[in-house]
């Protein structure tokens, strides 16, 4: 079966900090791959997705980018990280109609 | 521009007791609607996806029903659980995953 994992599932970072976000799926092979924010009280926002390795889409321009180094590996990064970065980051794949989801991290900048 | 609105924002329900959460769309063009449920800090579950042609669905306990012609979804719980607790997100799609509209969910809450 397959399966996604997602880590940290909490960070606390200092504005200006860093951030590599990694999310790596099994048991599927050539996964579409996204990367989600959640806010409070609002839907979730689509950051970034990829059809295949090496190939990003970005859907809204922010302080943050992504890679897909692997088949099955997506990771999230930043180089200087805003106040306004803090949120629930989701990665999540689909094969077909259905979306997976990972557990998400939640990601504190002060 | 396209929405997925949810109502109500929240509810708290005793548990056994049935409840009805609503979906409405003005997304176009539409493929199918999906029904998510998030646990406090973990990521969405899918619940059920339905399409143009299908008017209910259901998966245990819940039971979803589309009518395409008003855009409107409903998410049916019977017999609550305390484990029923969570948020429940309504989802649609225009039939590329990359284009998903999300409301921003049911807070459900059900007690003893």
């Known amino acids: 079966s397959q399966t996604i994992h997602q880590w940290p599932a909490t960070l606390v970072q200092p504005v200006g900090s860093p951030l590599s976000l990694e999310c790596t799926v099994e048991?599927?092979?050539?996964?579409?791959l996204y990367w989600y924010r959640q806010a409070a009280g609002r839907g979730l926002q689509l950051l970034f997705y990829?059809?295949?390795?090496?190939?990003i889409s970005s859907e809204v321009p922010q302080n943050l980018s992504a890679s897909r180094p692997q088949d099955r590996q997506f990771i999230l990064s930043s180089k200087k990280l805003l106040l306004s970065d803090s949120g629930f980051y989701l990665c999540?794949?689909?094969?077909?109609?259905?979306?997976?989801f990972g557990n998400g991290t939640r990601l504190t900048v002060t | 521009k396209n929405q997925v609105e949810q109502s109500p924002q929240s509810l708290i329900i005793l548990e056994g007791k049935n409840c009805t959460l609503q979906?409405?769309?003005?997304?176009?063009?539409?493929?199918?609607l999906r029904w998510y449920k998030q646990d406090t800090g973990r990521g969405p579950v899918s619940l059920t996806i339905?399409?143009?042609?299908?008017n209910t669905k259901s998966n245990g306990r819940y039971t979803a029903t589309l009518d395409a012609d008003t855009k409107q979804s409903s998410l049916h719980i019977t017999a609550s659980q305390l484990s029923d607790s969570a948020s429940y997100i309504c989802?649609?799609?225009?039939?590329?995953?990359?284009?998903?509209?999300f409301g921003t969910g049911t807070r459900l809450q059900v007690t003893l």
């Open positions: 999540a794949w689909s094969v077909q109609r259905t979306l997976h």
């Open positions: 048991g599927t092979s050539n996964p579409n």
């Open positions: 990829s059809v295949g390795i090496g190939q």
């Open positions: 979906c409405n769309y003005t997304v176009s063009p539409f493929s199918n």
């Open positions: 339905m399409t143009f042609s299908e």
């Open positions: 989802v649609v799609s225009p039939g590329t995953a990359s284009k998903l509209t």
